[in-house]
């Protein structure tokens, strides 16, 4: 209540029935939400633009709208991150929020833990438009020399990938995207790698991730392995027999023969080639069962690029 002692009427910033614009083209890294009053598509606000009912904070960056400097009102408030973990790339730890730059190439943002990055892109015009033929090619269709190329990619970022062109598939209205799967979080043992994918029921982005077992641990293992004569590499190998797998003190329903990669004489490491996906079940003492899915590899090829696990940097 005011000093008057009447209450202050709150200005109302939804109106129905829904009259919307047309859709924005938000900048890369901001979200296209659906407003307060679940009408219109807008542009999220982003952290200490001012936000109310209608213009929301971006919720995949963990943003809220705090009200608390706009008292007695609380009409208009200001986009701020919630309390949250911090996140930690290469040894160097960065607030929940803050903006980082680790590659002249991306712009990250920490947000609960995780890492986001896009593309840093100057948009340039082609000096002039493409050359128009006929012949062999449609009519009409643009002919571009490799410099063009280069100028119209750069207009173009919003559809290239975070980190590298990717097919496109449309299933059920849906523009199936992905980005690749992160290296396996260990060299040894059973670990995790995981994508942002919007593969899924609402077409929406989220994140995925796999269980994945490039060599087991036990050095006695490696020792075994035989390399062809005249040959510097083994690129795969297999136990003598199918085992369970044990993950988080849970060990699995099933026996496992998996196709592990192999070792090399030589300073060369060897990753996997090809794979595909499974699903296992994993049964715990006294406390039920869970199912993951797990990367089962088919080949591994050779090479002298190692770099360290959880390097999403590695291919630049």
């Known amino acids: ?55 929301v ?7 809220y709208c705090d009200y608390s400097a706009d008292e007695p009102r609380y ?15 290469n040894g ?12 002249p190439l991306y712009k990250c943002l920490c947000i609960s833990g ?15 438009p493409c050359g128009r033929v006929t012949g062999r090619k449609k009519p009409g269709q643009p002919i571009c020399g490799p410099g063009q190329h280069k100028q119209l990619q750069a207009t173009n ?36 790698s995981s994508r942002v994918t919007n593969e899924n029921s609402k ?14 641990c036990l050095s006695t293992a490696l020792k075994t392995i035989k390399i062809p004569k005249g040959k510097t590499c083994q690129p795969t190998f297999q136990l003598p027999t199918a085992e369970k797998l044990v993950f988080s003190g849970c060990s699995t329903t099933q026996s496992y023969k998996l196709t592990f990669c192999g070792v090399c004489l030589d300073k060369r490491c060897c990753i996997p080639n ?13 406390e039920g069962f869970f199912r993951w899915k797990m990367m089962w590899i088919t080949s591994c090829v050779c090479q002298r690029i190692c770099s360290a696990p959880g390097d999403i940097f590695s291919e630049l």
């Open 1 to 55: 209540p005011s000093e008057t002692g009447e209450a202050h009427q709150r200005k109302e910033v939804c109106h129905w029935p829904c009259r919307c614009p047309p859709v924005p083209t938000c900048t890369p890294g901001v979200s296209l939400v659906k407003d307060g009053c679940g009408c219109c598509k807008i542009c999220a606000k982003q952290s200490g633009e001012n936000c109310n009912e209608a213009d």
């Open 57 to 63: 904070c971006d919720p995949h960056k963990g943003l």
């Open 75 to 89: 009409e208009t408030g200001v986009c701020a991150y919630l309390i949250a973990v911090g996140c930690e790339l």
């Open 92 to 103: 160097v730890y960065y607030l929940n929020g803050q903006t980082f730059q680790p590659n």
């Open 114 to 128: 995780a890492i986001g990055c896009t593309p840093v892109f100057i948009p340039r015009l082609a000096a002039r």
């Open 157 to 192: 970022y919003r559809l290239m990938s975070a980190y590298r062109s990717l097919p496109l598939v449309l299933k059920k209205k849906c523009l199936v995207q992905a980005t690749p799967w992160t290296p396996c979080s260990r060299t040894c043992g059973i670990g995790i």
């Open 203 to 216: 077409c929406e982005m989220k994140k995925e991730k796999r269980l994945c077992f490039i060599q087991p």
């Open 274 to 286: 090809k794979s595909k996906m499974i699903t296992v079940q994993f049964e715990c003492p006294n």
